[in-house]
T-cell receptor, first 113, second 114 residues
Framework: NAGVTQTPKFQVLKTGQSMTLQCAQD?????MYWYRQDPGMGLRLIYY???????DKGEVPNGYNVSRLNKREFSLRLESAAPSQTSVYFC????????????FGPGTRLTVL | AQSVAQPEDQVNVAEGNPLTVKCTYS??????LFWYVQYPNRGLQFLLK??????LVKGSYGFEAEFNKSQTSFHLKKPSALVSDSALYFC????????????FGTGTRLKVLA
């Protein structure tokens, strides 16, 4: 049981480049989340998907887009990367609204030059 | 605005001593409360949660947390710290009404000294 997986683990981009961060969970969870973690700021929610077919903005959505491809997969896209998007990105999932424990992936460390 | 505060960036404690990591929140209603731990270069791992019931919640690795509704606090505790407890600890809150969003604190780095 792999839980939540993320690819890639590390990425370096130049300003203006685009990329997609992949996330998949094998726990049959309904809800999935994308966070960024910056020093001294904790985790901030970028986007979330309460269930397959729905997505909603979180606290810091600007510069990002998401796709809930199916129940397992939730991708995060940076269309035109900026240095301010240098961060560690975490994907998480929960079974649903009545089971609230979040399960996190190992993270993607992104550097934008 | 809803928020979660972890007032200490770092807590140092000697091995074998009790530890407390503080968390207070400003969220309306009766939110769900969580503690997560993050080891270096890893994702967050669930420690414990309070939904309802007994104010003292027991979790993984000997940790427990005390919910205090009047003080809107949810402090993490352990009776006897281990060096291996050294990590980054996050408090999180999920408002129970109308949202799937979670609000995280900024994290407290716990350092247990041998």
């Amino acid at each position: 049981n792999a839980g939540v997986t993320q690819t890639p683990k590390f990425q370096v981009l130049k300003t203006g480049q685009s990329m997609t961060l992949q996330c998949a969970q094998d726990m049959n969870h309904n809800s999935m989340y994308w966070y960024r973690q910056d020093p001294g700021m904790g985790l901030r929610l970028i986007y979330y998907s309460a269930s397959e077919g729905t997505t909603d903005k979180g606290e810091v959505p600007n510069g990002y887009n998401v796709s809930r491809l199916n129940k397992r997969e939730f991708s995060l896209r940076l269309e035109s990367a900026a240095p301010s998007q240098t961060s560690v990105y975490f994907c998480a999932s929960t079974e649903g609204p009545s089971t609230d424990t979040q399960y996190f992936g190992p993270g993607t460390r992104l550097t934008v030059l | 605005a809803q928020s979660v505060a972890q007032p200490e960036d770092q807590v140092n404690v000697a091995e074998g001593n009790p530890l407390t990591v503080k968390c207070t929140y400003s969220v309306s209603g009766n939110p769900y409360l969580f503690w997560y731990v993050q080891y270096p270069n890893r994702g967050l791992q669930f420690l414990l949660k309070y939904i309802t019931g007994d104010n003292l919640v027991k979790g993984s690795y000997g940790f427990e947390a005390e919910f205090n509704k009047s003080q809107t606090s949810f402090h993490l505790k352990k009776p006897s710290a281990l060096v291996s407890d050294s990590a980054l600890y996050f408090c999180a809150v999920r408002p129970t009404r109308g949202t799937y969003k979670y609000i995280f604190g900024t994290g407290t780095r716990l350092k247990v000294l041998a």
